[in-house]
């Protein structure tokens, strides 16, 4: 990057604004306006262009990595390794829930008749999906 500055500072005085560079002789001034990140670098006629492409470019990509970081600390933005650590482990919560419910049920429902098994199956569900519901809501503090 040093050595791109130097080069610009031998062949260029003064940048008057974001958008407008002067030659020493003052010959030439070029509006350069806004570039297409994704254009091929190779493309431009003059190194000057390039050189704004490219300074644009680090621009554009360091406001990126700077949002990411702000999102990080505010807690807006996860790292995905810990997302999937916690679906795996609400997938293995749920599952052995749920596979516990005949075991759990089973000794309560025998002598009954079809209708308590029905009642007695249905309040048992409900009462394993609120567990299930509760153990993954987020603490008070992280709702808005």
Known sequence: MTMIRNLFARNWVSITSPTQVATH??????????FDLNRDPESFTSSTEQFFWARAKERHYKAIIAEAEAKVK???????????????????????????????????????????????????????????????????????
């Not at 002789?25 to 806004?34: A, F, P, Q, W, Y």
């Not at 029905?118 to 993954?136: A, H, T």
């Open 25 to 34: 002789h003052g010959e030439l001034t070029m509006d350069i306006g806004s």
């Open 74 to 144: 505010t807690g807006e933005l996860i790292a995905v390794a810990e997302v999937r650590r916690q679906a795996d482990q609400a997938g293995r919560s749920t599952r052995d829930a749920v596979l516990a419910l005949p075991d759990r049920v089973a000794s309560m429902l025998v002598g009954r008749t079809e209708r308590e098994i029905v009642v007695e199956l249905r309040r048992e569900c409900r009462e394993l999906l609120n567990s299930i519901g509760n153990e993954f809501d987020p603490p008070e503090a992280d709702k808005s």
